[in-house]
Nanobody, 117 residues
């Protein structure tokens, strides 16, 4: 019943842009902090961006600061990640994650981002 479904991944050239979206259902989305993580082959999953339940606070990994923007629409139960000036090192599977205090996190299945010329 609980679902997080990512979309928007694909192939982009270095310097290009992509916008990822995550659609949530089956839980109280507005109570949850949301995050985007990414995982490249052979590497650990890493936090990319965070947004609080109300959207009032955001945090970014140093490697994406100034290039990526996280946002949410609680009326639509969605969280997005706008990615600009993409680099080859940004290539990974991107996952959205929902966190609520006292409960286990929910994870999406991920969407592939490939950055190649």
């Amino acid at each position: 019943q609980v679902q997080l479904v990512e979309s928007g991944g694909g192939l982009v050239q270095p310097g290009g842009s992509l916008r990822l979206s995550c659609a949530a259902s089956g839980f109280t989305f507005s109570w949850c902090d949301m995050s985007w993580y990414r995982q490249a082959p052979g590497k650990e999953r890493e936090l990319v961006a965070f947004i609080s339940n109300t959207g009032g606070s955001t945090n970014y990994a140093d490697s994406v600061k100034g290039r990526f923007t996280i946002s949410r629409d609680n009326a639509k139960n969605t969280v997005s990640l706008q990615m600009n000036s993409l680099k080859p090192e940004d290539a990974a599977v991107y996952y959205c994650k929902a966190d609520r205090f006292g409960l286990n996190a929910h994870w999406g299945q991920g969407t592939q981002v490939t950055v190649s010329s």
